[in-house]
């Protein structure tokens, strides 16, 4: 199997990487941390993107955009102890990430329509938004001068990647919409646990955490993304609509 394309050796490669990156954060290691942390996400593009460029619709066009903007904010956040404003930069940049993500879930939503399971996708739809809003609503009295208005367009993009993410609920194969949905949650999780770090109180492990629930979110968006356009229902829609 071509290697560029192979789960088995990429995904090595992409715990190797979270493992290092890991290391560095918890021992100060920056130059190990600037090698390891951007090796995740251009692992994890990399895979993604030579699985997938067959299709190449905006679906994948999407997820890939947000792969890229995931990497100028794990950059930017790694230089946050020689200026707070690559903070900000960081904060901008998965900003876009999460609104492609969210925009590639909305786009699978449209393509398929109907109403099936809708239901069950507003329920989880709205413990999402109920979760984004109290934790926001928390957080605002922490945030330092000038963070308020950032910070609350983040949480709003971060809860639609949820939201939008929970909307594919029998729109997509159950593979595909369980990985999607539980790497949002992971990543909801995530940037929790780094705006309660930062802004709350510090707490012991965080940064390990922090970069668990990351990685494992990327992965999974990434290969629930990658199950959707690579079904062969999907595979054949295609076909049929080009002949």
């Known amino acids: 199997m071509d290697p560029k394309k192979s789960l088995l050796l990429n995904g090595v490669i992409y715990v190797l990487a979270?493992?290092?990156?890991?290391?560095?954060?918890?021992?100060?290691?920056?130059?190990?941390?600037?090698?390891?942390?951007?090796?995740?996400?251009?692992?994890?593009?990399?895979?993604?993107?030579?699985?997938?460029?067959?299709?190449?619709?905006?679906?994948?066009?999407?997820?890939?955009?947000?792969?890229?903007?995931?990497?100028?904010?794990?950059?930017?956040?790694?230089?946050?102890?020689?200026d707070d404003f690559n903070f900000l930069i960081g904060l901008g940049a998965f900003f876009l990430a999460q609104l492609c993500y969210a925009f590639a879930f909305a786009q699978n939503i449209v393509d398929v329509g109907g109403m099936d399971g809708l239901l069950v996708a507003v329920l989880i739809a709205f413990g999402i938004g109920t979760y984004a809003f109290f934790f926001a609503w928390d957080l605002m009295p922490h945030l330092d001068d000038g963070l308020g208005i950032p910070v609350i367009a983040y949480v709003v993009a971060i809860a639609l990647m949820g939201i939008f993410a929970a909307f594919r609920y029998r729109r997509t194969y159950p593979r595909s919409f369980w990985l999607v949905l539980i790497g949002s949650l992971f990543f909801i999780a995530s940037d929790s646990l780094l705006a309660w770090e930062r802004f709350r109180s510090p707490m012991a492990g965080a940064q390990v955490w922090i970069m668990v629930t990351y990685a494992l979110a990327q992965f999974m968006i990434a290969g629930g993304a990658l199950a959707h356009v690579l079904d062969p229902d999907n595979l054949r829609r295609r076909q049929a609509l080009t002949t």
């Open 18 to 82: 979270l493992l290092g990156t890991c290391i560095a954060q918890v021992q100060g290691l920056h130059v190990l941390e600037w090698i390891c942390k951007p090796l995740l996400i251009l692992v994890l593009s990399s895979w993604f993107f030579f699985n997938s460029r067959r299709v190449g619709d905006r679906f994948t066009l999407l997820i890939q955009a947000g792969l890229f903007f995931s990497l100028i904010g794990d950059i930017a956040l790694m230089f946050t102890y020689k």
